[in-house]
Nanobody, 124 residues
């Protein structure tokens, strides 16, 4: 079956950095656009970044533009999210997702598979 497994979350101070990884299995990874979302308590799931199947195109949500970077390694079936200049408001559970789409999509309902999430906590 399809599995997406996130790792790399944790506790970091304001201004620090983290790199999240999402390892995929059970699907032809290079055939899926992928994205990162997050969800804080009491809030809706929020789109952060998306990357095309080839990795040549990326798209970012406004809250993370200029601070976060999404990349992928199709040989390793893995997508990454480099997070810099972290703020307390970045605290949330972070999810990766895969979409059987030709282009990058930003709606959570447009994604077919989801990971279980990894907690990121930014202390002030």
């Amino acid at each position: 079956q399809v599995q997406l497994v996130e790792s790399g979350g944790g506790l970091v101070q304001t201004g620090g950095s983290l790199r999240l990884s999402c390892a995929a299995s059970g699907l032809t990874f290079s055939s899926y656009a992928t994205g990162w979302f997050r969800q804080a308590p009491g809030k809706e799931r929020e789109f952060l970044a998306g990357i095309s199947k080839s990795g040549r195109s990326t798209y970012y949500g406004d809250p993370v533009k200029g601070r976060f970077s999404i990349t992928r390694d199709n040989a390793k079936n893995t997508v990454y999210l480099q997070m810099n200049s972290l703020k307390p408001e970045d605290t949330a559970v972070y999810y990766c997702a895969a979409a059987d789409r030709q282009y990058i999509v930003s709606g959570a309902h447009q994604y077919d598979y989801w990971g279980q999430g990894t907690q990121v906590t930014v202390s002030s």
